[in-house]
């Protein structure tokens, strides 16, 4: 098991992240010394903001008004309503023209049936999680899409609705991946504003994300600092070489 509050605290440090990373887990029981959602909340995504205070598991149940929720997470005995719920859902979609039946079929769900979700700040987690989420504005994406396709040896794909269907894409593929949101989500989070999207990562490669997430995070500080001083130096009438800028920067 890695050291997941020095990996949580690395990202949160080189990226200078305004909400800590998050984790997800799978598990057919109850996990130990966790205890049990309490409450009521209109969409599954919601879990994601609450899991960066504390840590806590749900079931079908606690999905229960979202059941595009519990159809992209395969959650096991939902309640008899699920069904109709999920046709009314997709139906009202369709109607406005905003998921077509095929789209709908090409949506990720995880591939095994889920009894328990365990989620929590990915600085507290003692287990290893399956998914690990961020939440970035541009400048950290722009390091993270860097850091996932050194590690991943490919760009990330940027999903858009629905975002809960990142958590299954990831899952299945191995592979990280962005999500813009959707229209549901930026209405249930208030930490997915305008100007910020949602990272997920493979649990299993989080190590790797991490040192290179560091390694990039720097790269671009200090090459921000080079290309901000050419930019003044030409400004002023300056023509300097790349060597001439580097001296000068060392300086």
């Not at 309640?79 to 009314?88: A, G, I, R, T, V």
């Not at 990280?176 to 990562?201: H, Q, T």
């Not at 090459?223 to 050419?230: G, K, M, V």
Request: some cysteine; hydrophobic content about 40%; glycine content about 6%.
């Amino acid at each position: 098991m890695s050291n997941y509050k020095k990996i949580a605290d690395g990202l949160t440090r080189s990226l200078q992240l305004s909400q800590r990373p998050i984790a997800i887990s799978f598990t057919n029981v109850p996990p130990s010394g966790v205890h049990a959602f309490n409450g009521v909340v209109p969409a599954g995504c919601s879990f994601w903001q609450l899991a960066a205070a504390s840590m806590f598991y749900t079931s079908a149940k606690d999905h229960e008004l979202c059941s595009i929720g519990i159809h992209t997470h395969h959650l096991a005995q939902p309640s008899p309503s699920y069904q109709s719920e999920l046709q009314d859902a997709l139906q009202a979609m369709s109607g406005l023209d905003y998921v077509r039946p095929d789209e709908v079929a090409a949506i990720p769900v995880v591939q095994h049936e889920v009894s328990y979700v365990l989620y929590g700040p990915l600085v507290e987690f003692r287990t290893d999680p399956a998914v690990v989420l961020l939440f970035a504005q541009a400048q950290q994406s722009l390091v993270l899409s860097e850091a996932v396709n050194r590690v991943d040896k490919g760009i990330p794909p940027a999903m858009g609705r629905p975002a809960c269907a990142v958590v299954p894409q990831v899952l299945n593929t191995g592979r990280a991946a962005m999500s813009l949101g959707c229209c549901g989500a930026r209405a249930y989070l208030d930490v997915l504003s305008e100007n910020i999207a949602m990272w997920a990562f493979p649990g299993q490669k989080l190590e790797q994300y991490s040192a290179a997430v560091e390694a990039l995070a720097r790269a671009n500080k200090t090459l921000s600092a080079f290309h901000a001083q050419r930019k003044e130096d030409v400004r002023s009438g300056a023509r300097p070489t790349v060597r001439q800028s580097l001296d000068r920067l060392a300086s």
